[in-house]
């Protein structure tokens, strides 16, 4: 734990911001599908997208908005629909979005962010999100911020919701945060959206700075099925409320903001790799001994999102050649014999050889990780070795079931 507290309230937790989720008629299912966050006052912004070459209306937007200006008073989220592969028409739709949402709130459309979600090449369905906005509108509240996590997601089967609180400059400052995601997850983003907001003052290219690094050390660590998405959004609002000085450089309170901020988004990343489609646990992995963390980082992750160890997880099989094929591959050289790999407690392979453990124990343990989904107890612990490097990284993922299969066979169907 850092030098933080965790708060209740999420995106709300911050000064100066009220959020709203409602059901405007967006999902076919009735759930609530139409989600508002609203900084009082005029906030910094810095955001994080998809790397995928097929981007959504929304996603365009919003990189186009946040080069020609580093602030936003909003953030609306649609559910139900991507609006992802829906052409000139999409694109039509989505400025149509932000300007219905600035007249409503008296602001110009260029202090509004977009994000959406649901099923690749469906329009959002605008005549209802036009009677939506008003209602969303209406529902803003200083307390709203789980209406709003419940208003995003789609196939979650939980909301993903944190705050923390520091002091900086004898003052209080908070960071909340909310987020969606369970299928289509894989590093450089997935299908996710996670929106924070924060009341420090903080210069925007240093915000921008600081999001990119905490996105790298959770949302891009994290994978479920080895897809990416077309919708990903990460976009982080500082509005200064905390009346705290200004930060504009690196140093002591800088480094203090961007600790608390990367522990929301691990938080929110680790909550959507548990939440994966058909999961029964969330698997971390830990690799040090590289050169550096970008390695590290990367021979996790494959091992996160290697089929054969997510499977073996599932099975309750203790198989570590599955984890050593998954590091060998994962682009990072270092030599065999420096290989270390461990299973929780259960060290499995040393300096190179196989050792003996006891396998019933080792499937014993995954057991026991399977049977704590959703409470703490259920992260399966993966450690790798793999030299004497300084570099550290982890990742995040979750185990391959039969029902991933079943829930997206039947996505659209």
């Not at 923390?164 to 959206?193: C, F, Q, W, Y």
Request: hydrophobic letters at 40%.
């Amino acid at each position: 734990m850092g030098d933080w507290q965790e708060i209740t309230g999420g995106v709300t937790a911050a000064r100066g911001y009220r959020a709203a989720g409602i059901t405007a008629g967006l999902k076919p299912s009735g759930l609530p599908d139409l989600a508002l966050i609203l900084s009082d006052v005029d906030a910094i912004a810095a955001g994080v997208f998809t790397t995928s070459h097929v981007k959504a209306a929304c996603v365009d937007y919003c990189c186009q908005r946040l080069q020609a200006k580093h602030s936003a008073r909003a953030i609306l989220c649609n559910a139900g629909q991507a609006n992802a592969a829906t052409g000139s028409q999409g694109v039509k739709d989505t400025l149509e979005s932000a300007d219905l949402l600035a007249k409503e709130l008296g602001i110009s459309p260029e202090a509004i962010l977009l994000a959406s979600t649901g099923v690749i090449g469906q329009r959002i369905k605008m005549d209802i999100l036009r009677r939506g906005i008003p209602k969303v509108v209406a529902a803003l509240s200083e307390t709203g911020s789980d209406e709003a996590a419940g208003a995003i997601i789609t196939t979650d089967l939980v909301k993903k919701s944190i705050a923390l609180e520091t002091t900086i400059g004898d003052r209080p400052v908070r960071i909340g945060g909310i987020a969606k995601g369970s299928g289509m997850i894989h590093p450089n983003m997935a299908t996710m959206l996670a929106f924070v907001t924060c009341d420090a003052a903080v210069s925007s290219s240093l915000w921008q700075q600081m999001l990119t690094r905490a996105a790298d050390r959770s949302f891009n660590s994290i994978t479920v099925d080895g897809d990416t998405s077309t919708n990903d959004s990460l976009i982080a609002l500082a509005n200064g409320q905390s009346r705290t000085p200004a930060i504009t450089e690196m140093g002591a309170e800088a480094e203090k903001l961007e600790a608390m901020l990367t522990a929301v988004c691990q938080h929110l990343a680790k909550a959507i790799a548990r939440d994966g489609e058909g999961a029964t646990c969330l698997v971390e992995v830990q690799v040090s001994g590289t050169n550096d963390e970008a390695a590290a980082r990367q021979i996790a992750k494959t091992i996160a999102g290697s089929s054969l160890v997510k499977s073996a997880i599932f099975g309750r099989d203790p198989n570590w050649g599955r984890i050593a094929g998954a590091a060998g591959r994962a682009g990072v050289p270092f030599e065999q014999d420096n290989l270390q790999i461990k299973l929780g407690n259960f060290l499995l392979f040393e300096n190179g050889q196989p050792l003996p453990f006891d396998k019933a124990a080792a499937s014993a343990y995954l057991k026991q990780k399977a049977a704590g989904a959703y409470l703490k107890e259920d992260t399966v612990l993966i450690s790798v070795s793999v030299g004497n490097g300084h570099g550290t990284g982890k990742a995040w993922g979750c185990d391959l079931s039969y029902d991933y299969v079943k829930i997206n066979a039947e996505y659209t169907t």
